[in-house]
């Protein structure tokens, strides 16, 4: 191939960002969560011909043999229930698989409205990222499958990242508006989502565990598509089916270290309270007679998008480094971060040389320090854009796209932006301060006015977020 050399020119802006489209969207791709059940889970024929055959798991991810075997020969009835952004899609594998007909109930939890729902299944509408009557609903309804569930019984769990919101049953005494209330400060405060679910799992009915304590004594599979950094179970979507191992003095330390205990609702508050003081009952951990027949597998992640994303930055001619899928902290750090490397890149050859593709994905989060409109893409593509400015030569011919597997960069209708000279340059030939921009955490607008946003709409899936720095070789 060619050797990638530029100068920076519009023409070529508009094509290197192009590449880092195409980049991005070979990274979604491998995230597609119907196609991910379907490459994960097989039904073995059944032998002899009355029987109705094996389900397996493993299959797909690499896997010489099965993880696990579910003869449904040994179950009554087969029970779904599914939330998350991802929920339908997955439902649509599992039932490629199945078959309709081996599904005796289906129930799934979705944000998004034009999601059609699969036969067998019935799906609600629940709210994203705040929880309102709608995400308690949906709760209830999946809380009440219970009822359904005994020793004959195979429940399958397809859960994927905003489940949090979407399920929403606070324990007694909180109402959901304090439980909404608290969800808010959390996220206005920059807690990552692992400090958010340790809080938030505790003031709910069916987060942490409490899902599978009500579907015992079923035999419980969980299928995951990890919107978590390093795919802890126990955090994506708040580990409704898995053990807790956070505490009620884990939660109350965290409102106490981001500085928002005294802004809490004061049920919240009196319920961290007597929680860390032994005084209400702890969410199930490990060892618990709730987990006896149950297992969880991550069928899609981070890491698995970014191998995709960096084979396709190859075929286009860079050399690709995929750097972490575990990117996380502030946003305006991990920025000055990327930039730093792409110095060495570009000065040093280090630890790659251009034409370079450097690939990060995770979730950082943003503390809010002013009233802007933004996502944490948004803003990290900005505090880039900044940093990058202080040194004239730095700004020219990096490029940077930074944006959410979801499609949603906070409470935007973009997954990221654009970060490049052309950006820079749009953006200040209209008078738009970047620094005072990023000051007030209004990086969306910026990027409005600098026709950088990228835009997905709903993409079904969500793995966290991909970083994408592409670092070409320039004309001599």
Not at 9 to 28: C, T
Not at 250 to 271: F, H, T
Request: charged share 25%.
């Amino acid at each position: 191939m060619p050797m990638k050399q530029f100068t920076g020119g519009k023409e070529e802006i508009a094509r290197v960002r192009a590449e880092a489209e195409a980049i991005f969207r070979a990274g979604l791709e491998a995230a597609d969560p119907e196609e991910l059940v379907k490459r994960s889970l097989v039904l073995e024929p059944p032998r002899p011909a009355s029987s109705r055959g094996d389900l397996v798991v493993g299959v797909g991810q690499g896997a010489t043999a099965c993880v696990a075997r579910y003869r449904l020969d040994d179950f009554d009835r087969v029970v779904v229930a599914g939330f998350g952004k991802a929920s339908a899609a997955m439902a649509r594998g599992l039932v490629s698989v199945l078959g309709e007909k081996r599904i005796t109930r289906g129930v799934l939890v979705a944000k998004d409205r034009a999601e059609a729902s699969p036969k067998p299944f019935s799906i609600l509408y629940a709210s994203h990222p705040t929880p309102d009557e709608s995400s308690a609903r949906a709760a209830r309804e999946l809380l009440a499958l219970g009822e359904l569930m005994d020793e004959r019984t195979l429940a399958i769990v397809l859960a994927s990242g905003g489940g949090s919101s979407l399920l929403c049953a606070p324990i007694e005494g909180i109402s959901l508006e304090d439980k909404a209330r608290t969800t808010r400060l959390l996220l206005g405060c920059g807690a990552p989502i692992q400090e958010m679910n340790c809080v938030r799992k505790h003031l709910s009915a069916v987060k942490g565990g409490r899902l599978a304590e009500a579907f015992a004594p079923a035999t419980l599979l969980t299928l995951v598509l990890s919107d978590v950094v390093g795919d802890e179970l126990d955090a994506i979507a708040s580990g409704p089916t898995v053990p807790d191992p956070t505490t009620w003095a884990e939660a109350l330390a965290i409102v106490r270290r981001r500085g928002i205990e005294g802004k809490l609702p004061s049920s919240v508050a009196d319920a961290l309270s007597q929680g860390a003081a032994g005084l209400l009952p702890e969410t199930p951990k490990p060892g618990d007679a709730a987990f006896e027949r149950t297992a969880a597998f991550v069928l899609g992640s981070n890491a698995l998008s970014l191998a995709a994303a960096g084979h396709k930055a190859r075929e286009l001619g860079y050399e690709a480094l995929e750097l972490t899928s575990r990117l996380t902290g502030e946003a305006r750090e991990a920025a000055q971060f990327l930039l730093g490397i792409a110095k060495d890149i570009r000065a040093r050859s280090v630890p790659i040389a251009p034409p370079a593709c450097l690939l990060c994905g995770g979730e950082t989060t943003v503390t809010l320090r002013g009233q802007g409109k933004g996502g944490r893409n948004q803003e990290l593509a900005l505090a880039f854009l900044v940093a990058a400015a202080r040194s004239p030569s730095d700004a020219e011919c990096l490029y940077l796209l930074s944006a959410s597997t979801d499609g949603g960069d906070g409470p935007t209708d973009a997954a990221g932006a654009f970060a490049d000279s052309e950006a820079y340059r749009a953006a200040k030939r209209k008078g738009i301060d970047a620094e005072a921009m990023l000051e007030r955490n209004d990086s969306y607008r910026y990027f409005e006015t600098a026709y950088a946003l990228f835009k997905t709409g709903h993409t079904g899936t969500n793995v966290c977020d991909l970083q994408i720095l592409l670092i070409p070789r320039l004309h001599a």
